[in-house]
């Protein structure tokens, strides 16, 4: 019987971390190099869906492997690895301990944050985007669940799924449907949320 716990022969999958509606997060140890990581899982989405939409799924999969993979700052999450086991894809990231701001968010009983707090994670996060534009990258889903707070203090962007490269806005636009808004309608700018074409300002209306 299959170890389905073990990818590749080399990620084992320890506990679960966070579920979506296509994947999982898992924490999980690269038995390989003998280091904690994390593990982001697209399930196998099988007959019962449209195989376009299959497609634009795994595509967009591969998108943020390829993105964050190039992204080379300390605002940005590092991968390590990606590919495809039993029919599923996978993303190996490194394992960040902390919470998004969501959670920093919920558990101070959604009071304002300190204001030195806020400066110094908005000044991370502005860093971190100055960074990522200037490699011709637009994130386009900035939200707080994007957005993770390290135990050291050090902020992390999440998530660059259905970011928009400078140099293939055709083909982004093939991946997310021209005149249909991507991303989360609380956190994008008017364009955004028109359908229409962006860029690093878009990414800048999410942080204010």
């Known amino acids: 019987m299959a170890d389905i716990t073990l990818i590749q022969g080399r990620y084992r999958l320890l506990d679960r971390i966070g579920r979506g ?3 999982e997060v898992w924490r999980a140890r690269d038995e390989s190099l003998g280091r904690r990581v994390a593990v982001k899982c697209l399930k196998p989405l099988g007959s019962r869906h449209d195989p376009s939409f299959t497609g634009v799924v795994r595509e967009r999969f591969r998108r943020e492997a390829r993105v964050a993979a190039a992204l080379q700052h300390r605002g940005v999450t590092v991968v390590h690895d990606f590919g495809e086991h039993e029919g599923g ?3 190996v990231m490194e394992l960040l301990e902390g919470r998004d701001l969501g959670r920093l968010l919920g558990d101070n009983a959604r009071r304002p944050l300190p204001v ?8 991370q996060v502005a860093e971190a985007l100055a960074y990522t534009h200037d490699q011709g990258v637009v994130h386009r ?7 993770m707070r390290l135990t050291d203090g050090t902020v992390k962007l999440c998530d660059f799924g ?5 140099d293939d806005v055709g083909f982004t636009s093939r991946l997310t449907g021209t005149g249909v ?9 008017p364009e955004q949320i028109a359908g ?9 209306y999410s942080l204010g």
Request: net charge negative.
């Open 21 to 23: 509606g296509m994947g």
């Open 89 to 91: 894809l996978y993303l």
């Open 116 to 123: 030195p707090e806020v400066l110094d994670i908005a000044e």
């Open 141 to 147: 889903d900035l939200k707080p669940a994007n957005i």
């Open 162 to 166: 259905i970011a928009r490269l400078r």
């Open 181 to 189: 808004a991507m991303g989360t309608p609380h956190y994008m700018s």
């Open 196 to 204: 229409g074409p962006v860029d690093h300002r878009s990414d800048l």
